[in-house]
């Protein structure tokens, strides 16, 4: 069984800085791509990055140049970098992984629990 563990949320106030984290443990062959959503109340779940086994990154527009996405192979974990955040940032945080494990060999998609984040005076 895998499970995806997010850590790093809380209170910041407008124009600060927050590093999630989400670690994977378990019976984990490979890890594929991993990315960040998040979902603000009222609102759908969007994805914010996404990084790959090569570590290619992608962001939503609305992140770019604030958020940086980046992964640790060693100690299957996926880290987000947010700076300069705004009220607009406010929102429930969860991250998502695509791995193989040794009796899933086609990649499964994994979700963590989710980290509340909110940007606020």
């Known amino acids: 069984q895998v499970q995806l563990v997010e850590s790093g949320g809380g209170l910041v106030q407008p124009g600060g800085s927050l590093r999630l984290s989400c670690a994977a443990s378990?019976?984990?062959?490979?890890?594929?791509?991993m990315g960040w959503y998040r979902q603000a109340p009222g609102k759908q779940r969007e994805l914010v990055a996404l990084?790959?086994?090569?570590?290619?990154?992608t962001y939503v527009n609305s992140v770019k140049g604030r958020f940086t996405i980046s992964r640790d192979n060693a100690k299957n974990t996926v880290y987000l970098q947010m700076v300069s955040l705004r009220p607009e940032d406010t929102a429930v945080y969860y991250c998502?992984?695509?791995?193989?494990?040794?009796?899933?060999?086609?990649?499964?998609?994994?979700w963590g629990q989710g980290t509340q984040v909110t940007v606020s005076s």
């Open positions: 998502n992984g695509a791995i193989a494990t040794p009796s899933r060999r086609v990649p499964f998609e994994y």
């Open positions: 378990g019976s984990i062959s490979n890890i594929y791509a």
């Open positions: 990084i790959t086994s090569g570590s290619t990154t």
